[in-house]
């Protein structure tokens, strides 16, 4: 079935131009998170998502409630939330990510190609010649003009005309804005879709039509470019205490961390092992 | 009463009786032009000349300017309004932000008593999509109306005298990323408004309502075909290679053109004897240029249109498949200029691109291009074909580190109006002096998703400062004088008639300058930045009055306002690194301040009443 979320509308509890409060501590016993109302498979706001689900599991182990900062997150979601002091923690970011302090990563995943079961595309590297005639969609992240890494190889590559850009964004009245890139492909818009790993994998695992999954190869070409990414929580900068909790909460947790994505679709990998032996 | 929801309420127009036959919509703001005791339009008049005839402060008396009353809007983000003074009234809006966004107020504009004030409603999902702070850049006021124009697309028609809404009209959708932040212009019966959110992908356009109900009379988009853009057989551009149909098109990928941006964000100029207005379009969106292959008109151009029909007379594209972010939405000032010996009709256009454009307004014929800031990223412009010359060295690729690119992303100059004197015959210009570095950049993280984009990071240019105000001769092409200030100078001009100019800084200081040399005659410290528009009028008292919002914001602003960390120098699009000790200087603020001449021989400064 189609993921839809049953209300009209997705309300926004969103406090505008508020002077940014100095971090008041938060009651005891409340672990409070800072998450995007609508944006699944992640979070939302009837708590369906996996970091909806990551998010109790701290809380259990802490011994605290979970309350919630709801806010889009796009530009400024880490300024009128994490940093407004009005939350404490944000469940997924990427590791290193610049705003935040950050957690251990607790999973990598990649960027996949997703096609449409019956078509037999059979379709992961970023070099198959049939990319200069499928009709491809990717995600438009729209600020200061990013293009995600597959919409960058492709256009490295000179295919330009057969993609078509589904913004990240969408209309946020309706529900998981950017589940319409993979909705495209179960409508048959398009032949393929280039998405981010969990969103490929969660709103395939839900589409009405057999979607296939494959992670994408072959993208050493493109470097910088990067095609997979480490994700882990963040917490504000200097927040050493919590960052250490959630550290040790990841240490202790990681298998059922891994099922609970695996329950959702996301596609996981291991980290690349360097030459020297170590991790990157 | 809320500005909600798709449905113009006819019904509240009826209740507010009989509107104003639109007989009188010709000459009202014309005629108000024409006398200096009003401000009657964010530009002051359909020429964008800034230029305020009155003298009675000059350069001999202005260090005798003093505060004589001051107004909070209540929001501390960027003010970047143009308050407007009519029949003795004056008319501010606030930024989007605080309990009340786009808050509207009537001020006497003498003694600063408050007379009325509309809050309309927007929607608060507006805070989180607009690119860049939530400010607005002013009213317009026509026949017994101001227009205000809402963050989140509604442009509002409120009585003049009583604060009532008249109508309103939603024109776009702040769920898919549009907004509106232009000062909206009136031209003809007819108020013209443009939209934001080019960063987000949203197809630019110009709407034309009717004054009266706010019925659309006419919305042209700058993508599309030509049907869209308004294009038909009066359309005469003056270059080879803007002829042809649908370019808008043929000169992007497939489908591109449907949110291919050119957003209409700055000014609209008109000349009532050619019956064209002008405007200029933002940058391409939102794909990275490798993916957005074509010269991908009509982005970053200016177009002629007939303001009746809105269909297009001339367009010239000044930057064909942008690569810096070079948005062409600045202000197109109207002059008659001798130039070579012949009496020409102008528009003088300072580029984002570093170039100052003297073009004949009446054909799109490039006159003269010259730059008026250090430019590396292009090697002029050639004045046979229009075409700007790339600088392929300078060229940013996603993973490739580009540095030293000049002028970086916000341009040699953004938004900031510049002010023209018809005695000085100088064009007073305040602009940045920034350039970038492009590199392959951290993760940005959007919607749960990663990606890697190119950092930005804007630094000084060279000589070490950040922004400059200058005075410009378009006849003999060159820079007259400068003044060099540490932060850009992101606020308005004002030119008088008693030859002194004004702006504001960055770092609080608001200047009055000699116009024929630039010697500084006056300053005041404010309580926050200056982003604002000066205006200039009469009070009921005869005297000579200069007012300008304080507070600072907007892009190269958000740091000191809305809690950027500086210590991040490519948040707000790699604004924070040029800017980054802004936060050291000033905080927020929501200032309106209102100064006139005071300290002369026996004048009564106590502002007590009148026994």
Known sequence: MRLRNSRTGVTLAVLIGCAPAVAAAAPDGELRVCADPNNLPFSNSAGAGFENRLAAMVGEHFGQQVSYTWWAQRRGFVRNTLKAGKCDLVIGVPAGYDLVETTKPYYRSTYVFVTRREQHLDLSSLLDPRLHRLVIGVHLIGDGGNNPPPAQALGEQGIVDNVRGYSIYGDYRRADPPARLIEAIADGEIDVAAAWGPLGGYFAQHSPVPLTVAPIRDYERFAPQQFQFAIAMGVRKGDHALRDRLNAFIDEHRLEIKSLLRSYGVPLVEAPVTASGGHE | ?611
Not at chain 2, 215 to 220: D, F, L, V
Request: hydrophobic share 40%; with cysteine.
């Open chain 2, 1 to 611: 009463m809320s500005v909600r929801g798709f449905a113009r309420l006819l019904s509240v127009l009826c209740a507010f009786g009989a509107l104003p036959s639109s007989a009188s919509a010709q000459t009202d703001l014309a005629s108000r032009m024409k006398d200096p005791a009003q401000w009657p339009m964010a530009a002051r008049d359909y020429a964008n000349t800034r230029y305020s005839e009155l003298d009675q402060i000059n350069a001999a008396n202005a260090s005798r300017l003093q505060l004589a009353w001051t107004f909070s809007v209540g929001a501390d983000r960027g003010q970047e309004a143009a308050p407007l003074v009519l029949d003795g009234t004056m008319y501010v809006v606030g930024p989007y932000a605080g309990p009340y966004p786009n808050r509207v107020f009537a001020l006497d504009a003498t003694t600063g008593e408050l007379k009325w004030s509309y809050a309309p409603k927007p929607e608060p999902a507006a805070a989180g999509v607009a690119c860049c702070d939530v400010v607005n850049r002013g009213l317009a006021f026509d026949n017994g109306k101001v227009f205000l124009n809402t963050l989140d697309n509604h442009t509002v028609a409120i009585d003049a005298k009583t604060g009532k809404e008249l109508w309103h009209t939603k024109l776009g959708e702040i769920n898919k990323g549009e907004t509106i932040t232009m000062a909206p212009v009136v031209v003809k019966g007819k108020v013209m408004v443009g939209n934001s959110g080019g960063e987000l992908g949203v197809r630019g356009w110009v709407t034309a309502l009717d004054e009266n109900t706010g019925a659309i009379a006419w919305r042209a988009y700058s993508t599309g075909p030509d049907k869209d853009v308004l294009i038909g057989q009066d359309f005469k551009p003056f270059y080879d290679n803007l002829k042809g149909e649908d370019l808008g098109v043929k000169t992007w990928p497939a489908d591109r053109w449907q949110v291919g941006g050119g957003t209409v964000w700055g000014w609209i100029s008109y000349d009532p004897d050619l019956n064209l207005i002008y405007y200029g379009t933002a940058n391409p969106s939102p794909w990275n240029a490798n993916q957005r292959s074509g010269d991908n008109l009509w982005s970053a151009s200016i177009f002629a249109r007939d303001p009746d029909t809105g269909q297009a007379k001339w367009a010239y594209q000044l930057n064909p498949h942008d690569l810096f972010d070079h948005d062409e939405i600045n202000e197109n000032v109207l002059l008659d200029l001798e130039l070579n010996g012949q009496l020409r009709k102008v528009l003088i256009h300072p580029g984002r691109n570093g170039y100052m454009y003297v073009m004949d307004r009446a054909t799109g014929e490039v006159i003269s291009a010259d730059a008026y800031e250090f430019v590396n990223s292009y090697k002029g412009v050639d004045l046979k074909t229009g075409k700007i010359i790339p600088n392929e060295e300078k060229t940013p690729l996603v993973g490739k580190t580009v540095q030293n690119i000049c002028p970086a992303a916000p341009g040699a100059k953004d938004w900031q109006p510049t002010a023209w004197s018809p005695r000085t015959k100088l064009l007073y210009v305040p602009h940045q002096h920034l350039c970038m570095d492009f590199k392959a950049s951290q993760v940005g993280y959007i919607a749960g998703t990663p990606y890697v984009g190119a950092d930005v990071d804007m630094y000084a240019g060279p000589g070490g400062y950040r922004g400059e105000f200058m005075a410009w001769d378009p006849v003999a092409r060159k820079k007259v004088w400068e003044i060099h200030e540490k932060f850009p100078v992101w606020s308005g001009a004002l030119v008088t008639a008693g030859d002194v100019a004004f702006y504001g800084t960055m770092d609080r200081l608001f200047k009055a300058v000699d116009a024929k040399d630039g010697h500084v005659l006056w300053q005041f410290r404010a309580g926050s930045g200056f982003i604002g528009q000066p205006i200039s009028y009469r009070g009921s008292d005869g005297q000579q009055y200069i007012a300008i919002l304080s507070g600072v914001g907007g892009w190269p602003g958000v740091v000191a306002n809305a809690e950027v960390d500086p210590r991040v120098r490519n948040a707000a699009l790699g604004f924070t690194g040029a800017t980054q000790d802004l936060p050291f200087y000033t905080a927020g603020g929501s200032e309106l301040l209102v100064f006139k001449l005071g300290g002369a021989k026996g004048e009564d400064t106590s502002h007590a009443p009148p026994k």
